[in-house]
């Protein structure tokens, strides 16, 4: 006599398909790479960098500590005056302080990259040539001797110092 309720052969829980998974992960790994800016400093100095006709891009910009030179915002200005001020990351500072702040920057480096850390100095085309060269002697006694100065193309049909 047969069974009419009980089982005669045993089910098994199907195995899950994983080959969407790559998939699934790739698109999320874009969908986050496209919506997350990377952090930067927020600018707290106006700067309108200087024209040149011979300019190169820089290779790796993770080993870049950039350094920006100009008079302070519209908003900034009644309380700091009016005068060229260096910005270190999102607050202003001395010449004196560059040296810990090179030292800081490249600590945060791996032991390989420390020797390719390059300073890229943003600067007003207007600042006295006086706090460029307190800004250059305080690099060179923190050794940070890699410095690029940023740039934009001047026209062709621009001669040179004319405006």
């Known amino acids: 006599m047969k069974r009419r309720f009980g089982r005669t052969d045993k089910r098994t829980m199907p195995v899950l398909n994983t080959a969407s998974l790559p998939d699934l992960i790739f698109t999320l790994l874009f969908f986050f790479m496209i919506v997350t800016n990377m952090r930067e400093a927020p600018l707290k100095v106006e700067f309108k960098v200087p ?5 190169e891009r820089l290779e790796k910009k993770s080993l870049v500590t950039y350094i920006y030179v100009g008079r302070p915002t519209e908003d900034l200005r009644d309380e700091l005056g009016d005068e060229s001020r260096i910005q270190l990351n999102d607050a202003f500072a001395d010449v004196s302080e ?12 791996s032991e390989d990259d420390r020797p390719l850390m390059t300073v890229s100095l943003k600067i007003d085309e207007n600042t006295p040539m006086g706090l460029v060269s307190d800004l250059k002697e305080a690099l060179r006694e923190a050794h940070a001797l890699r410095i690029n100065y940023v740039a934009v193309p001047r026209a062709d049909d621009d001669p040179p110092g004319a405006e």
């Open 51 to 55: 024209q040149a006709t011979e300019l």
């Open 98 to 109: 560059i040296g810990g702040y090179i030292a800081d920057e490249r600590a945060s480096l």
